[in-house]
């Protein structure tokens, strides 16, 4: 029987999206990667991903994917030219964020937001940063 094919293409898709239970470690001049994926493992290809920064106050937004784009006019000035979705990654569900170049300012609370035509969920993925300001005892 292949009935149950048919109902994982129901347009009332449901999903949740999963980010990480612990803070991310990120260290300052370095590459890191904020988890973002959706449960069970569908396409976000044809969704809206958007990235944001909850506890700034101003523009909020890190990066948003819409339309089968990039689209990053209203971006906070801060994260221009270093964040990064793997587009392969979106068509197994992975919306995960490559922030390049980790200043001690990234360290905070970002949501990983995700919409489809009939649904959304997001998550929170905490930042932590190290490097730059040492201590020396």
């Not at 149950?4 to 470690?25: H, K, N």
């Not at 370095?30 to 506890?55: A, G, H, T, Y």
């Not at 979705?85 to 068509?91: P, V």
Request: with cysteine; net charge negative.
């Amino acid at each position: 029987m292949c009935n149950s094919d048919l109902l994982s293409f129901s347009f009332t898709e449901q999903y949740e999206v999963v980010g990480s239970a612990d803070p991310v470690l990120a260290v300052a001049g370095e590459d890191v990667i904020l988890p973002c994926s959706v449960k069970p493992n569908i396409s976000v290809v044809d969704m809206r991903v958007e990235w944001l920064r909850p506890d700034l106050e101003d523009s909020q937004l890190v990066h948003l994917y819409e339309d089968h784009k990039d689209r990053n006019t209203d971006q906070i000035q801060s994260f221009r030219g270093r964040t990064k979705l793997n587009h392969q990654e979106l068509q197994r569900g992975n919306a995960s964020l490559k922030l390049s170049t980790v200043r001690v300012s990234d360290e905070g609370r970002y949501k990983c937001f995700i919409e489809s035509k009939s649904w959304y969920d997001d998550a929170t993925v905490n930042v932590s940063v190290e490097g730059e300001e040492t201590n020396e005892n």
